[in-house]
Antibody, heavy 125, light 107 residues
Framework: QVQLVQSGAEVKKPGSSVKVSCKAS????????INWVRQAPGQGLEWMGGIIPVFDTANNAQKFQGRVMITTDESTRTAYMELSSLRSEDTAMYYCACGLPMIRGPPGGYGMDVWGQGTTVTVSS | DIQLTQSPSFLSASVGDRVTITCRASQDISSYLAWYQQKPGKAPKLLIYVASTLQSGVPSRFSGSGSGTEFTLTISSLQPEDFATYYC?????????FGQGTKLEIK
């Protein structure tokens, strides 16, 4: 069973960028669907985007288009989420989460059954 | 984008109660709906996928049903550890949106 370990908390200035990592152990990293989900303080869950490493093509929520980049490095079994032009509203807990891809159906159809521990990103001047 | 609306947003119930949470999609999502449970300070936990399939290790008191645009999560007999926030998520098409959440509290 795969396990996901994320990088540590970040404090960033408005206008800067943050890159959060998510390292996988166990399982077949390249064939999982890896998603990024964030949660602002006291708020609900927000899907940001996802990628299947073996295909190396990310799908991002339109809301973050142009600001988010989701990538993977199969050699280190690590996924990355980089968010640029940070603003105070980006202060949140950021999670990576993965699931097995669905073959006959949408890629993420099985949901996200393994989650990282979360990375707090604080944007403050 | 597909919008998901959960009802109710808040639910107060007692141990042993049967509770049902509804998730309505703004368009047909077939059966590509998942349910998650989240406790304070923790990452969400997958309970059900493809609308009605119980994730391995999840107690059988949890069940899901529905297809198309209307879905339900039922807990047959609430246990103390079930008091948490529940989210639905559609996985039919990008972006994989979530409902706003239902907070289940102890009465």
């Amino acid at each position: 069973q795969v396990q996901l370990v994320q990088s540590g908390a970040e404090v960033k200035k408005p206008g800067s960028s943050v890159k959060v990592s998510c390292k996988a152990s166990g399982g077949t990293f390249s064939s999982y669907v890896i998603n990024w989900v964030r949660q602002a303080p006291g708020q609900g869950l927000e899907w940001m985007g996802g990628i299947i490493p073996v295909f190396d093509t990310a799908n991002n929520a339109q809301k973050f288009q142009g600001r988010v980049m989701i990538t993977t490095d199969e050699s280190t079994r690590t996924a990355y989420m980089e968010l640029s032009s940070l603003r105070s509203e980006d202060t949140a807990m950021y999670y990576c989460a993965c699931g097995l891809p669905m073959i006959r159906g949408p890629p993420g159809g099985y949901g996200m059954d393994v989650w990282g521990q979360g990375t707090t990103v604080t944007v403050s001047s | 984008d597909i919008q998901l609306t959960q009802s109710p947003s808040f639910l107060s119930a007692s141990v042993g109660d049967r509770v049902t949470i509804t998730c309505r999609a703004s368009q047909d999502i077939s059966s590509y709906l998942a349910w998650y449970q989240q406790k304070p300070g923790k990452a969400p936990k997958l309970l059900i996928y493809v609308a009605s399939t119980l994730q391995s290790g999840v107690p059988s008191r949890f069940s899901g049903s529905g297809s198309g645009t209307e879905f339900t999560l039922t807990i047959s007999s609430l246990q103390p550890e079930d008091f948490a926030t529940y989210y639905c998520q559609q996985l039919n098409s990008y972006p994989y949106s979530f409902g706003q959440g239902t907070k289940l509290e102890i009465k």
